[in-house]
């Protein structure tokens, strides 16, 4: 049974920062990937970054690059996403995916099978 927990999320300042983490368990792929969503009130939920353990590579949405940091020692059963620089529109509910196959677009919800419950980041 796979279980994914988020953590980290609060209350920011407008240029703070925060870190993000994402616990899972019950994982025992040895190939997946694991990304962050977001969805803010009275919006779509939309892929914010992914981490691929295959080839060890992040990718991010426009809107977040260089401002969003998957470490580059991710590894094991827990991912970070390091969110500097933040903005008003940051606000959201970030959750948590992953998936063994991976098989669709990383930004896609579709792609992804496992999601965490989600945790509040709130800029002003």
């Known amino acids: 049974h796979v279980q994914l927990v988020e953590s980290g999320g609060g209350s920011v300042q407008a240029g703070g920062s925060l870190r993000l983490s994402c616990a899972a368990s019950?994982?025992?792929?040895?190939?997946?990937?694991m990304g962050w969503f977001r969805q803010a009130p009275g919006k779509e939920r939309e892929g914010v970054a992914v981490f691929y353990t295959a080839t060890r590579r992040p990718y991010y949405i426009e809107a977040v690059k260089g401002r969003f940091t998957i470490p580059r020692d991710a590894a094991g059963n827990t991912l970070h996403l390091e969110v500097n620089s933040l903005k008003p529109e940051d606000t959201a509910v970030y959750y948590c995916?992953?998936?063994?196959?991976?098989?669709?677009?990383?930004?896609?919800?579709?792609?992804?099978?496992?999601w965490g419950q989600g945790t509040q980041v709130t800029v002003s």
């Open positions: 019950g994982y025992t792929y040895s190939s997946y990937c």
């Open positions: 995916a992953a998936d063994n196959k991976c098989g669709g677009p990383w930004y896609a919800q579709k792609t992804f099978n496992y």
